[in-house]
């Protein structure tokens, strides 16, 4: 079975320095897709940054980066300089099933526990 | 871009009455749309799919003749919640799969989610 794992419930970070927010997933997939969102107070789903198990290279999408390492199953999210507007919760989540146009692709996503991010001024 | 839209954002009802929750997709037709239900501070559970013009599928351990799904057109699914109690108050919320063109090129299958709904049961 799938499985996403986040281990770190509470995170602090200084306005304007970068951190990292741990993510490891296990399954028996050859193909699947990894997604970082956001959640703020307001409890809006927002969309971050996704990677794709055969993407060569990591993601990154502004100031958002994926820090994907496949043989270790991990795919951990890099935010750099972060802004107050940052605090949030974040989860990584799984999407189920194969590629774009597999017919098993779902669009079905398993999510992590989610970690608490809070920026200080 | 593609836009999910859920109503109400919020809801207060009586112990024993039944709330409806529409998850609506503007801008794309979606065959497939999923319920999740949140608790504070945890992460969101996939209740069940909703299929257009099926049965939905439901995730084990989920009453299915407690949460009413609906899927009866490409752009609307609704979750019913009957005979509400109190311990229903949750945050519910939805997602739409569509396609989506990624940054720097490519196709992707993604869900895209409504606001979600605070449901509150006094």
Redesign the interface.
Known sequence: AQKITQTQPGMFVQEKEAVTLDCTYDTSDQSYGLFWYKQPSSGEMIFLIYQGSYDEQNATEGRYSLNFQKARKSANLVISASQLGDSAMYFCAMREGRGLWGSSNTGKLIFGQGTTLQVKP | GAVVSQHPSWVICKSGTSVKIECRSLDFQAT?M?WYRQFP??????MA?SNEGSKATYEQGVEKDKFLINHASLTLSTLTVTSAHPEDSS?Y?C?A?ALYL??GGG???????G??T?LTVV
Request: hydrophobic share 40%; aromatic share 16%.
């Open positions: 497939t999923f501070k945890q992460s969101l559970m996939l799919t945050f919320i997602s799969k990624r940054t196709l992707n299958t993604e869900a895209f989610f606001q979600g605070r």
